[in-house]
């Protein structure tokens, strides 16, 4: 029997692209989805074996929301998170979120199929080298829960805002501020919480469920 696999990715070429190496000798592409939304809807829907879950999505929710809300659903359904990010927080939350694997991008087709097996065969699969990054950068996380809870109520607005995935411009334009005024915010906020971009910011706060509300 195949093993059924929904796509979840936010750009249609990459879709087509992992419809064309997914298809065929024991696997069957059961469905796409081009939004969290839409993924969580035909994993209820469909129940495929496998959800190959792009982690940064378009507009709507991310696939790490999207994984907790089909992980509530209590379904067979198992899912693999597909991802540029090589990083460790990113690691860590899919995990929590309940993904059973997490694969780069840059895997070869037989990595894919391979993980994708090894999820079926009840495994979790993720590369070696950032499970030990994941497992290293553990024991920062409470200093990391310090920082937020000490960050200004103007940096927790400014930070929720970049959570949403809005730029500085358009930070700016929301709060009536320059965009120098963000870029300083953001800056002091990366310093603070010990990372070494917006994204790993971001991810910190949808791990801590910071909404970063007006002052």
């Known amino acids: 029997m195949s093993v059924r696999i929904l796509i979840v990715d936010d750009h249609q070429l990459?879709?087509?692209?992992?419809?064309?190496?997914l298809g065929g000798d024991g696997f069957e592409v059961a469905g796409e989805a081009s939004s969290g939304e839409e993924a969580v809807a035909l994993t209820a829907?469909?129940?495929?074996?496998?959800?190959?879950?792009?982690v940064r999505l378009g507009a709507g929710i991310d696939g790490l929301e999207a994984t907790r809300r089909i992980a509530a659903l209590g379904l067979?359904?198992?899912?693999?998170?597909?991802?540029?990010?090589?990083?460790?927080?990113?690691?860590?939350?899919?995990l929590a979120a309940g993904a059973a694997g997490y694969v780069l991008k840059d895997a070869s087709i037989g990595e894919l199929r391979g993980a994708v097996?090894?999820?079926?065969?009840?495994?979790?699969?993720?590369?070696?080298g950032l499970m030990n990054a994941a497992m290293r950068e553990g024991d920062r996380s409470t200093g990391q829960a310090e920082a937020l809870a000490m960050l200004t109520a103007r940096e927790n607005e400014v930070l929720g805002l970049v959570a949403r995935g809005q730029t500085n411009k358009e930070?700016?334009?929301?709060?009536g501020v320059s965009p120098a005024t963000v870029k300083a915010h953001v800056e002091r906020?990366?310093?603070?919480?010990?990372?070494?971009?917006?994204?790993?910011?971001a991810v910190l706060v949808a791990r801590a469920g910071t909404a970063g509300g007006r002052p």
């Not at 990459?14 to 190496?21: H, T």
């Not at 198992?78 to 090589?86: G, P, Q, T």
């Open 171 to 175: 930070i700016a334009r929301g709060l």
């Open 189 to 201: 906020i990366i310093a603070k919480l010990g990372v070494s971009d917006r994204t790993q910011a």
């Open 117 to 128: 097996s090894q999820v079926m065969a009840g495994q979790s699969v993720v590369p070696l």
């Open 45 to 54: 829907a469909l129940e495929p074996d496998i959800v190959l879950m792009d």
């Open 14 to 21: 990459a879709r087509e692209g992992l419809k064309a190496v």
């Open 76 to 94: 067979r359904s198992r899912v693999v998170m597909l991802s540029l990010h090589d990083m460790p927080a990113y690691v860590r939350e899919a």
